[in-house]
């Protein structure tokens, strides 16, 4: 059974600067300098939103020497990823049923002259 | 392939669209009367709808039952807020689990498209609570979780 999304993990997604930091984390594993470099924003208000994202589990951190750098947690994806996919499969049953109502209903004139 | 999509947009909703081979007017039908209600909209296999109030009208009622053999059933209640026939539906539901999640705002849209319909629909995203009821109402086969859709997040 798929598990339940928590909800720090939509928190997380909610805000713009740290998507737009997992965006560049898709990008491959980077340090808190250059994950700060394309935002007009202080190092700590960054290691803030890298906190957030890393208590959600949305990234992990290692250490080296000095340096933490981050990367992806792509395992803290899952729940989301199986919430969207209960709810498409869910969506997706109730509308081929839908299609399966509209084609029964559409042409009863049609239908007849074929029998 | 599906030709169903589901996208996030934004920190808030969910939108998604469906291409339906019959006319905007007929696919609306199927969202507002109840005798047709009952008849699609059940979700993951093993469900019915044995109650479908769907009062459609500005204020009008919505309540919707859901039984599956085995299971705790659920139900939603909702009002209709605007209604543009075979155009658009705006309406609220809440989900009661058995304590009523917040207002769910659900905005479907039904366009012309060739011979047939586009519809969309865009609603909010819902809260922990109503994730948890929508997972555990039939996904128990594991599902191998694609990460493709990450980008869809981000």
Redesign the interface.
């Known amino acids: 059974?798929?598990?339940?999304?928590?909800?720090s993990v939509?928190d997380a997604?909610?805000?713009?600067t740290r998507?737009?930091i997992?965006?560049q984390l898709?990008q491959g594993e980077a340090t808190v300098m250059e994950i700060a470099a394309p935002f007009a924003m202080s190092q700590p208000a960054i290691s803030q939103h890298l906190k957030v994202l890393e208590e959600a589990g949305l990234i992990v951190r290692r250490v080296e020497g000095t340096k933490r750098p981050c990367r992806?947690n792509?395992d803290g994806?899952?729940p989301?990823?199986?919430?969207?996919?209960?709810?498409?499969?869910?969506?997706?049953?109730?509308?081929e049923?839908?299609?399966?109502?509209?084609?029964e209903?559409?042409t009863p004139q049609a239908k007849r002259k074929r029998k | 392939m599906s030709k169903l999509t589901l996208q996030t947009e934004g920190d808030r909703f969910v939108v998604v669209t469906r291409r339906f081979a019959a006319s905007p007017e007929a696919v609306y039908r199927a969202h507002t009367d109840p005798k047709l209600v009952q008849k699609w909209l059940l979700g993951p296999e093993g469900w019915s709808m044995p109650v479908c109030i769907c009062e459609a009208k500005p204020g009008g009622r919505i309540r919707y039952e859901w039984v599956s053999p085995g299971k705790p059933g659920f139900h939603i209640t909702g009002e209709f807020l605007e209604l543009e026939p075979y155009r658009r539906i705006v309406h609220v539901e809440r989900m009661h689990l058995p304590d009523p999640t917040p207002e769910n705002r659900v905005e479907t849209v039904f366009t012309p498209d060739g011979s047939g319909t586009l519809m969309t629909m865009r609603m909010t995203l819902p809260n922990e609570q109503a994730r948890a009821a929508m997972c555990s109402s039939g996904m128990e086969h594991g599902m191998e979780a694609s990460y493709a859709r990450l980008e869809l997040m981000i």
Not at chain 1, 13 to 16: H, P, R, S
Not at chain 1, 97 to 103: G, I, K, N, S, T
Request: proline residues 2%; hydrophobic residues 50%.
């Open positions: 059974m798929a598990s339940v999304p928590s909800n939509f997604l909610a805000d713009g998507r737009a997992l965006a898709a992806l792509l994806f899952r989301v990823n199986e919430w969207l996919d209960a709810l498409r499969d869910g969506l997706s049953r109730s509308y049923r839908l299609d399966a109502l509209l084609a209903t559409k």
